[in-house]
């Protein structure tokens, strides 16, 4: 073979490899990304084999291996043309995919993908001077899965080093607008919600910032600071997450609140904070850290919170709706199609207030924009009218219609108490009344039976459960069992889609249809 001719076939063969890896590199990092960059959640999901989705790669794997073993003298070229051909296939395949939500290219992935392309072509170099083609075939869809370790490890230090760049700079821009007044929202569930509420109600009074869809990390909120906070702004609402020990501290002495909310504490992320107790301790730290003259505003209907002994002089508001002796109490409540209405008593006067929103924990988020507007001395018939104009929040309880049917869209990040307040309220419906859903997840050790529980608590409440998923859904199948509920009106579906399918096939547009979370695809199983 000529000098030109052995470049060419080496030149073929890497880009044969390297197009064979593609789906799979993109695949890993697409994992890495919806498990928060995390190599303790990436793990959890690569070691799940119901998980890693490479079968087509194992068929590939053994025709190769059987090509080289059985045709000795043209075995290798045999596994190339396998390889182009799959990749053709893998390519088709990956272009007709639709994910719940897609890779986002962001700098950080950008920067992953680079060095994921490296360490292909390190891999496929060394392969060829080692193994026969079919060895390096399933290298390249083994090892991108892998390779994520090695990427994390090589890409933390400048990964660090910016973060802190960025973080430093959002810092000073805060230390330059110390008159804006900033509320910090944090808890288990709602914090989104409330953070839209609250904007809602005083932004008509105030210019307000508030920490778009849900950039509550430090990274998000570091965004939102550097590119939005201006000198005319007079608040700035912070939502803050967390799902291990020391994030609501870390994002608390980042941004400085003078107003801080904890809006509801149970069981959510207890794979990463391991007890009921972490979580509780954490989310406090929302009220703990807040200055002597700040103000904390807590939901004392949930038992956690009510229960929490505050080690803070500041002022404490509280609201609730099972709780008569909070400050801002919500009764008279009445729902429909259309909304809510509950009355609150604010300074021995009755206030009735209307809203498009549905759920009892929607109303308790209003609450807590009724209590921080009153303490930011905005007229009540301003807040009255302000309540009635909030907009939905997107996915949360959210009215709407698709194809002429009425949906409840309650489809993002469904815990345990949200999901049996959105049950209660697609019980208040007419027609026959349909919950689609895949369960909850992030429950820990909890997670089976608060799944079964909510399957129990289905019972009365809906005519037809379309669950998503047979392994995920089966604690609520188990559930639904427990308490005798008619099993011909339970159906399990693959995805969502053929589920939407059933539903425009199977009932009118007079019945009312619960979307109840929407897991990504790294925990559709």
């Known amino acids: 073979m000529s000098k030109y001719s052995f470049v060419f076939v080496t030149v073929f063969y890497f880009v044969v490899f390297l197009l064979l890896s593609f789906v799979y590199c993109k695949h890993a990092l697409h994992m890495f990304q919806q498990n928060r960059y995390e190599l303790y959640r990436y793990s959890k999901w690569l070691f799940n084999k119901n998980n890693l989705k490479i079968y087509p790669g194992f068929i590939y794997a053994i025709v190769v291996i059987s090509l080289c073993t059985l045709f000795k003298r043209y075995g290798d070229l045999l596994a190339l043309l396998v390889t182009i051909a799959f990749s053709i296939y893998l390519f088709d395949r990956e272009n007709k995919k639709t994910y719940i939500k897609d890779l986002v290219l962001t700098p950080r992935v950008k920067r ?14 060394f392969a060829m001077n080692l193994f026969k083609a079919d060895i390096i075939g399933v290298l390249c869809i083994i090892m991108p899965y892998l390779f994520i370790y090695l990427l994390a490890l090589i890409t933390y230090p400048v990964e660090y080093l910016i973060k802190k760049y960025y973080e430093n700079q959002a810092r000073t821009i805060l230390k330059n607008n110390d008159k804006v007044l ?69 994002l608390m002495d980042f941004v400085k609140p003078q107003y801080g909310v904890v809006t509801s504490i149970g069981p959510q992320h207890l794979n990463t904070f391991k007890s009921l107790d972490n979580i509780i301790n954490e989310k406090m730290q929302e009220i703990e850290m807040l200055p002597s003259d700040g103000i904390g505003f807590i939901n004392i209907d949930n038992e956690y919170i009510r229960n929490y002994k505050i080690n803070n002089t500041c002022k404490i508001v509280t609201v609730g709706i099972d709780s008569e002796d909070a400050d801002y109490h919500a009764k008279d409540i009445s729902y429909s199609k259309t909304g809510s ?134 604690p609520i199948y188990d559930g639904l069992v427990g308490v005798g509920f008619d099993l011909s009106k339970v159906i399990v579906f693959d995805n969502v889609k053929q589920a939407f399918d059933y539903v425009y096939h199977n009932f009118s547009t007079k019945d009312t249809i619960l979307l109840e979370n929407d897991l990504p695809d790294a925990f559709n199983v």
């Open 112 to 125: 992953q993908i680079v060095v994921m392309f490296i360490l292909m072509l390190l891999l496929i170099k």
């Open 182 to 250: 900033k509320i910090g929202i944090t808890g288990s569930y709602g914090k989104t919600s409330t953070k839209n509420i609250i904007n809602d109600i005083i932004s008509e009074d105030k210019f307000t910032l508030i920490t778009p869809a849900s950039y509550n990390t430090p990274m998000g909120i570091t965004r939102t600071i550097r590119g939005m906070l201006k000198p005319i702004h007079e608040v700035f609402v912070c939502e803050m997450g967390a799902d291990k020990v020391g994030e609501i501290s870390y």
């Open 341 to 474: 209405k509950f009355t609150v008593n604010i300074d021995e006067k009755d206030y009735k207030f209307t809203t498009d929103l549905l759920g009892k924990h929607n109303i308790c988020n209003i609450l807590f924009g009724i209590a921080i507007a009153i303490e930011m001395g905005i007229d009540i018939k301003k807040i009255v009218k302000n309540v009635k104009n909030v907009k939905q929040v997107e996915h949360r309880l959210q009215v709407k219609k698709i194809n002429e049917y009425t949906f409840i869209d309650d489809a993002f990040n469904s815990n345990p108490v949200g999901s049996k307040m959105a049950l209660d309220v697609l019980s208040m419906m007419s027609g026959k009344r349909i919950i689609v859903t895949p369960g909850m997840i992030d429950l820990g050790e909890k997670q089976e039976e608060i799944n079964k529980e909510f399957g129990r608590y289905m019972l009365d409440k809906v005519d037809y459960v379309l669950l998503i998923g047979e392994k995920q859904s089966k």
